[in-house]
Each structure stands twice: as structure tokens, then as C-alpha cells.
């Protein structure tokens, strides 16, 4: 009997088992050495990304809480004013970006030329906010009231706020209906300028976004609020009335406060990448409670039971 018959066959098979093992092994050996930034994943890798500063506070911490939740993603975010940021984006130097506008139709079709097409994910609603100095015995202005006053030339109040080149600047002129801002205008190169300012001069309002002063929790945004006031606005005439109304939680969910503004996440990247992760976090549960624990209205809420017993005491159950 020829014993090469009976053998051959597993000779064959451990010659297939040994070149499969160290085809595994050489794949391996690959996937260890490449380094972190070069794996494209929604949870690994690297992105640069570009956020406008006004809302510096709430992307710093949706980003802290994204990177500890995902250890091998790291989310590279620089701040800058909104125009800077969208020059860049539209010259693809950045490829998402965070911020509190829509691209306008004509920067969509500008990137639809160049075969490039942006994903829009709005995460939170924010508001921009009027604040005063601590003294100051004008607490409350109608709509109509401090459209005049901005657009007014010679009045006696002072506005102040953080870039000219700041979405708020943006929406200002837009609001005021003019292409430039009035000479008792001062814009300031930081929210802290903008804020210390306020806290000297009592003829002074400052317009900031909401966002900076929201999270009462915070130890620095508590010293805030103690130095300055929170001005109370009212709707337009031709709207439903609520009196005047200050940018709360609460106003921002039922639509009382007139000056509103959403959050978003843009990317053009096309990929599977740590921009799409981000984006799905913070649209997700713990990005959207971290959006309702800043003092912001989460833009996807999760679901809640209540216990409502005969007392007034109302209990989360879930």
C-alpha cells in the first residue's frame, strides 16, 4: 500500500492552514502599524474641523464627551468667526464645520459645481441674547423699540459685540436692514471683552449667543450672571404676544423668544468618517442631554414617562 496516497491530502491541507495563518498574520501586522489619523471610521480617527466661537462652550463639551466615549477618535476643532469659516469651507481648506446657519443656495450650488455635495445635521436651538450691565434700571425692550435703537445713529446706548465678522454681526444687519453697523456698534475681539465691558459701562448692550451664559451649573457662568443682566424681549407686534421674554429653556421650546437661532454640524466629506460619528453623537441621546444640561433645547429629545401621583410631585420613571 502506498502510504503517500493516505498522506498527501493533509500534507496539502497543513500547507493551505499555514499560508492562510500567516496571510492573517501579515493582515494584522498591517492593521496594528497604521496609526490612529489614518483609519476612517465613525468612531477612529482623525478630523480637522472649524466651529464658529460664539458657541465655543457647547461644542467644547460635546466633543470632550465624545472623545472619552471613543478613545481612538479624536476631533480636532478650531474656532474662528463665521465668516473665516465659511471662506475656508467653501475652499475646501475644511471640510465640516459647526455653526448657526444653513449654507445659502448660492454656496450650495457653488459646491454642487465642484460636484460636492453638504449634509445639513441640526443638533440644538439657541438663542442670541441681549444682556446689560447690573445697574441698569432698563431691563425689558419691545421688538420694535430696539430695532429702533440699533438702527439708530444717534442713540444713546451702546451695543457691543464679539467680531465683526461674527454670525451675530450677520444676523444684526440683517435685523437692522442695513449693509454695515452703525458707529455706536463696537465689535470686540472676545466674548470675555464683550462680557467685561458690560460689567463698566452702564449705557452699554451686549449681544452675545445665548449658549455663553446658559449652563447655570457652571461656576464661571454663575460669576457671570452676577455682574450682568439678562434683558427681556418681547415678539413683534404682528405675532402672538408673551410679554417679555428672556432666551430660557422653555421660552426656546415654545417658540416665545424672538431671536432664536438652531445649531448645526455641515459636512461635504462624503465618507464614513469621525465626521459622521460626531454628527450622530451629538444628535444622539448623550449628545442631546448634554445640549439640555447646557441650558440649550435639545433638537431631539428622548422620550420620557412620568409618575404623576394626587400630589403636585411629578416623578421620572424612566
Known amino acids: 500500500m502506498n502510504t503517500s496516497l493516505i498522506y498527501k491530502p493533509y500534507q496539502v491541507v ?14 494584522l501586522s498591517i492593521a496594528c502599524n497604521r496609526k490612529i489619523e489614518e483609519i476612517e471610521a465613525p468612531t477612529m480617527g482623525k478630523l480637522n474641523m472649524l466651529a464658529d466661537e460664539s458657541i465655543r462652550d457647547i461644542v467644547q463639551q460635546e466633543e470632550e464627551i465624545f472623545e472619552r466615549s471613543y478613545p481612538y477618535a479624536h ?4 474656532y474662528t468667526n463665521e465668516y473665516d ?52 434700571t432698563d431691563t425689558t425692550y419691545t421688538y420694535e423699540q430696539l430695532k429702533s435703537m440699533m438702527s439708530d445713529q444717534g442713540s444713546k446706548s451702546i451695543f457691543v459685540i464679539e467680531n ?16 454695515t453697523l452703525p458707529g455706536h456698534f463696537y465689535a470686540l475681539t472676545s466674548k470675555k471683552e464683550v462680557l467685561d465691558y458690560i460689567k463698566t459701562h452702564e449705557n452699554a448692550i451686549g449681544i452675545i449667543d445665548y449658549s455663553d451664559i446658559s449652563d447655570t451649573d457652571n461656576p464661571y457662568t454663575k460669576q457671570v450672571l452676577e455682574s450682568i443682566q439678562l434683558l427681556g424681549i418681547s415678539r413683534p407686534l404682528d405675532s402672538i404676544q408673551a410679554g417679555f421674554v428672556k432666551p430660557f429653556q422653555y421660552n ?51 422620550e420620557r414617562s412620568l409618575e404623576i401621583n394626587q400630589t403636585s410631585d411629578i416623578k421620572v420613571i424612566k
Open 75 to 78: 476631533v480636532d476643532i478650531s
Open 164 to 179: 465683526v465678522k461674527s454670525g451675530i454681526a450677520r444676523e444684526v444687519l440683517q435685523f437692522i436692514n442695513l449693509s
Open 252 to 302: 426656546l421650546q415654545d417658540h416665545k423668544y424672538p431671536f432664536t437661532r438652531d445649531l448645526y454640524l455641515i459636512t461635504k466629506t462624503g465618507r464614513s468618517d469621525i465626521g459622521i460619528g460626531f454628527a450622530s453623537f451629538i444628535c444622539a441621546e448623550i449628545g442631546q442631554r448634554i445640549v439640555l444640561k447646557a441650558g440649550l433645547l435639545p433638537l431631539f429629545q428622548t
Open 85 to 136: 469659516m465659511f471662506s475656508q469651507f467653501m475652499a475646501d481648506s475644511i471640510d465640516v464645520v459647526l455653526t448657526t446657519r444653513t449654507l445659502t443656495p448660492e454656496e450650495t450650488a457653488y459646491l454642487e459645481k465642484k460636484q460636492s455635495i453638504a449634509n445639513h445635521y441640526p443638533f440644538a436651538k439657541s438663542a442670541i441674547a441681549f444682556i446689560a450691565n447690573k445697574t441698569s
Open 14 to 27: 497543513m500547507k493551505n492552514k499555514a499560508i492562510y495563518s500567516l496571510f492573517v498574520i501579515l493582515l
